[in-house]
């Protein structure tokens, strides 16, 4: 037994705690949920009223096969989309570019133009369904799609509910699917937070991400001091652009990982609840108590699964779940068991998505809103938590923002010194994972592994090749003309894109647009 046991933070854990590990008078005055500053949830009933969103995680291949795994989740149960996007269509390039080769529908569904996004949503009422889409920095291109796809439904754009990622700095911190530099793609984001602001009032225009973060080596306190330093900038940076703050705070989201520390997870999403709360009412003056609500999106984490003994994976993600909901999560997606080694198949995608049900109808714990406030130990934790994460947001503030932090380095070396430290642990045997490090069994069973057959990615160019050239190019240099022009003022460039896309204009070629007028990002390495 190590001699200082932590939390996965590295907050000191006590053998038991009692009413002196909390100040005086705060579990008596916890509050009531749905009250500011909503650390015991955003709603009075929470759960008890409406469960938490169920929204898997999906795409690969064509939008034809993707469409018939939505089908075949929302047959199952699951009461909202989240759609996956291939790496091509995440860095705005069309499935027939050469750059796109050997990667089309790989780690998500392949979408080039309007003809992929209704054979995608072929079916599904875009009127009644939520819909969750990953997609970052041609996030207003793809947005402009499924809002022209809705519109070939008869359905109006106010209508739509759903979220776009657009959370474009965390690319520069974690996942690096950026494309222009950080100025442009910035002016992008909010472009989509101001349209969605003033035409689409059920649209969440941004989920400014913590969860990539947290999976590329942070701990739990960075994930939330650098997703809430992204947050800031993104505000400050609609304000500058003349909006009001309680015109589109209400419509911001958020999304976080949850891992396998049950309780420091669970005082996390507490913990996290009443710094946006905070941030919102005193540094930004809101008003409305829908501007102060953290609503976020929790994803079970994909980094702590394991291809060894990938069974082992559900108790993982079991934990992880039902962490989520006790702290209060208003949407859920849980991993797979075999997501370390391939897309899931459907039998696991399947289990995963029973493990929501199973919780949510069968453990009880949606009965009571914060069922684990007051205790002792989640009190202690959620008021460190708050406590550390306030200051490293302090530390950011003082370089100049996320943005300076993010291209001085800070952030970066901040996190691989996390990463490093929780490898060495593993590494040294004083963090355990079963089946890693300890428990080890021989030779790994047999698992069946989902796989994208190459004849996936011709079927795609090839439809693709017929869609460009069956549409009207007179057309097509008509609506990118008139995008270009209004790229090179300051004008938001939203009903540009969607007029675009409705006149059947691609991904790739607006894309390429900005390209030409902006340029690419490309990372100086310091030799």
């Known amino acids: 037994m190590p001699d200082r046991i932590t939390t996965d933070s590295g907050i000191p854990v006590k053998t038991a705690y009692d009413n002196r590990d909390v100040s005086r008078g705060m579990v008596r005055s916890l509050g009531k949920p749905g009250e500011f500053p909503y650390a015991r949830g955003i709603y009075p009933s929470m759960y008890r009223d409406r469960l938490w969103t169920m929204r898997q995680y999906t795409g690969f291949g064509s939008a034809s096969e993707t469409n018939r795994r939505f089908k075949y989740l929302i047959s199952h149960g699951e009461t909202g989309l989240s759609t996956a996007f291939d790496l091509p269509t995440q860095l705005g390039l069309d499935s027939d570019h050469p750059r796109a080769h050997g990667e089309v529908g790989k780690v998500g569904v392949a979408i080039s133009s309007i003809d992929d996004m209704r054979r995608l949503f072929d079916g599904i009422d875009l009127g009644k369904i939520s819909t969750s889409m990953t997609i970052n920095s041609t996030a207003p291109i793809l947005l402009c799609l499924y809002a022209a796809a809705g519109l070939e439904q008869r359905v109006p754009q106010m209508q739509l509910r759903g979220t776009t990622q657009n959370d474009i700095l965390k690319e520069y911190i974690a996942r690096n699917t950026y494309i222009y530099p950080p100025e442009f793609s910035l002016r992008l984001a909010v472009d989509l937070i101001e349209y969605s602001a003033r035409k689409m009032p059920h649209w969440h225009p941004i989920s400014i991400s913590g969860y990539h973060i947290r999976e590329s080596g942070a701990d739990a306190i960075q994930e939330l001091a650098f997703c809430f330093s992204n947050a800031i900038e993104y505000v400050e940076a609609a304000l500058a652009r003349g909006l009001k703050i309680d015109d589109f705070a209400p419509q911001l989201s958020f999304f976080f990982a949850c891992r396998n520390d049950f309780l420091e997870e669970i005082a996390k999403f507490r913990a996290a609840r009443k710094i946006w709360a905070g941030i919102m009412r005193r540094r930004f003056k809101a008003h409305d108590p829908e501007s102060c609500k953290l609503r976020f999106h929790a994803q079970t984490s994909g980094e702590t699964l394991t291809a060894q003994q990938p069974d082992n994976n559900i108790a993982r993600v079991s934990i992880q779940a039902l962490a989520a909901v006790l702290g209060g999560t208003q949407s859920l997606h849980t991993n797979s068991r075999d997501e370390a080694l391939g897309l899931p198949t459907e039998d696991s995608v399947r289990i995963a998505l029973r493990t929501q049900q199973i919780i949510a109808h069968e453990s009880g714990v949606g009965r009571t809103a914060d069922p684990l406030g007051g205790s002792y130990y989640l009190e202690s934790l959620t008021r460190m938590i708050e406590t550390k994460v306030t200051d490293l947001i302090k530390r950011v503030q003082q370089l100049g923002g996320a943005k300076k932090a993010i291209e001085s380095g800070f952030v970066h070396r901040q996190i691989q010194e996390s990463a490093y430290k929780f490898q060495r642990s593993v590494d040294e045997g004083q963090t355990v994972i ?49 995008l270009g022009s209004a790229a090179s003022g300051d004008s938001n460039l939203v009903d540009d894109i969607l007029r675009a896309v409705r006149s059947e204009c691609t991904v790739g070629e607006i894309s390429d647009l900005f390209r030409s007028r902006f340029g690419e990002y490309r990372v100086r390495l310091e030799i």
Do not use: T, Y
Not at 442 to 465: A, M, T, Y
């Open 434 to 482: 079963v089946g890693v490090n300890r428990f080890k069994e021989g030779d790994p069973k047999e698992v069946n592994i989902q796989r994208i057959s190459p004849s996936v990615e011709r079927r795609q160019i090839q439809q693709l090749r017929k869609f460009k050239n069956s549409r009207s190019k007179a057309k097509v240099n008509s609506a990118l003309s008139r």
